[in-house]
């Protein structure tokens, strides 16, 4: 996987500075709140969802299982339609044929829909570094590209992003890559989606190469297909005379009646639509051959691998190679509402990111290390997940081979990985623990523990000294109460022997009063 992101913090001290951006949070939570709830009302409506999500897994496993198999017939089906397959084993493989691809077309500008395996490789960079400029068509990643930033998130790369930013980075930076922004842009969302539309319509018409991704590939047929929410999509790959389609191994499907699950676990899980807005396939060259000249006259498939091969290989962590990029998992996530997209590192975020990121690129840097441990494993990211990844058992997975070192890379290489501190200290709390509750005066130290705890609260630390930092570097000491349960529940227990005995001797002061009378 390419270095992208790479150098950058570990995730606890991304995630430190991204709690103290207020606005972030704010628009996090918004919208964050706004998707799930949308969400959890269309997954409602199909009484079916539960059988839907268990054969969208069955699916996907059975794929996996068989890879080497459906990719040769993918292969076979797109040449047979007249497309082209490229192989590509890593980031720098992968954009070295598009570079080329592009290049021998004698253009120096694509325009790019559905491209998250493109972010994934560094694309964007390697094309600019070839003096090719490559336009971001939809329209949260043209903001993302106009404000020079990252994605943050899979669905809604601008989530982090609210209007007022967005009227701002329009106006500030549309001039210098095309159609500038109308004078006196408002930050209504229809005046910035017209901004937008205008910016955009001149890019269209003008490319003569697109560069695209896919949800899924069939390779009983040839089919690629693309899911997405504005027709930006199907003006890439229809106005271009030149398609150069750029998708993970793992997007594959057997058959074209596989589609019928994901046609409807996929709106609902992602943008909370019964069907989809424009749903796209193509088969090879399409209809350019005929009259009306419709359609790319080349079609190249470049099949990337990048990490998938030795993530299908882990007998755990595999299962991420399911997902089907709804982002469900983000919207219900503790962490991410939180911390935001920007903290994993990598154009895949949240859950999803905190599993998959660690295998396409292994553990051998601080921020991949650290991703395993950004989930409170919770359970919401597997409830939501439509293809039904367990991902917090591959989290815990993913811990393990952290502490015990890491596999071995693409480059026969063991990446040895130093265990945190924090672990060090956690084994030595728990055999002190050990000894203590073994010892059959456990009970007496235990509560004088409690007391002196109680009577130094004021002198308690928000962080724990030497190697127990580690854990308080994500959290906060909890604070002490005034007295220990003990001697709080013996006081209560006090208390209302007390109480009792006085309503008691009041009962039989009355009653000895109600018989005293005459």
């Not at 842009?185 to 269209?204: I, N, S, T, V």
């Not at 009577?455 to 724990?464: G, S, V, W």
Request: proline share 6%; with cysteine.
């Amino acid at each position: 996987m390419t270095g992208t992101h790479l150098g950058m913090p570990a995730f606890p001290d991304a995630a430190r500075e991204a709690v103290r951006d207020e606005v972030l949070r704010a628009n996090l939570r918004h919208a964050t709140h706004t998707i799930r709830d949308k969400r959890a009302r269309a997954v409602a409506e199909l009484e079916d969802w539960d059988r839907l999500r268990a054969v969208g897994k069955a699916v996907k496993d059975h794929t996996l299982a068989h890879l080497d198999r459906y990719l040769l017939q993918l292969e076979a089906s797109v040449t047979a339609a007249g497309g082209t397959v490229h192989w590509a084993a890593d980031a720098d493989e992968a954009n070295r044929i598009v570079t080329e691809l592009v290049r021998a077309t004698g253009e120096r500008e694509v325009v790019k829909v559905k491209s998250m395996a493109t972010q994934e490789i560094g694309l964007n960079e390697a094309l600019e570094a070839a003096g090719i400029a490559a336009y971001e068509t939809d329209l949260a990643e043209l903001i993302v590209q106009l404000g020079h930033d990252r994605p943050s998130h899979i669905l809604v790369p601008a989530i982090h992003r609210n209007r007022g930013e967005i009227r701002d980075i329009f106006a500030a930076e549309m001039g210098g890559w095309g159609r500038p922004a109308p004078e006196a842009l408002g930050d209504d969302p229809r005046e910035l989606a017209e901004a937008a539309r205008l910016h955009l319509r001149e890019k269209f018409l003008r490319a003569k190469v697109a560069v695209s991704g896919a949800n899924f590939m069939v390779a009983e047929t040839g089919t690629l297909v693309v899911f997405e929410s504005e027709g930006n999509g199907r003006m890439c790959l229809t106005l271009p005379e030149t398609l150069i389609s750029v998708v993970g191994i793992e997007k594959v499907v057997p058959t074209f009646r596989d589609l019928e699950i994901f046609l409807q676990t996929l709106p609902r899980s992602s943008t909370a639509e019964r069907m989809n807005p424009y749903t796209t396939m193509w088969t090879g060259l399409g209809p350019s051959k005929g009259a009306d000249g419709d359609g790319p006259s080349a079609f190249h498939l470049v099949l990337l691998d990048n990490g998938r091969t030795d993530t299908l290989a882990d007998e755990v962590g595999r299962q991420a190679l399911r997902c089907i990029r709804c982002s469900a998992c983000l919207n219900v996530c503790p962490v991410y509402e939180r911390a935001g997209g920007h903290a994993y590192g990598s154009v895949y975020p949240g859950p999803i990111g905190a599993i998959l990121s660690p295998q396409l690129r292994g553990t051998g840097s601080e921020i991949d290390a650290t991703l395993p441990y950004a989930s409170t494993l919770c359970g919401a990211c597997y409830e939501v997940c439509p293809v039904a990844i367990d991902i917090p058992e591959v989290l815990v997975h993913l811990r393990e081979r952290v502490v015990q070192g890491g596999p071995v890379t693409r480059e026969g290489i063991r990446v040895r990985i130093r265990p945190a501190d924090g672990h060090t200290a956690e084994r030595a709390a728990m055999r002190a623990a050990r000894l203590l509750l073994n010892h059959a005066d456990w009970p007496v130290a235990l509560r004088a523990g409690e007391r002196l705890l109680a009577r130094a609260r004021r002198l308690r630390p928000r962080r724990l000294p030497g190697p127990g930092r580690a854990w308080t570097d994500s959290r906060e000491l909890p604070e002490l109460p005034e007295r220990p349960f003990r001697d709080w529940w013996a006081q209560r227990e006090k208390t209302q022997h007390e109480k009792a005995q006085d309503e008691k001797a009041q009962h039989e002061k009355a009653a000895r009063a109600e018989e005293a009378r005459p």
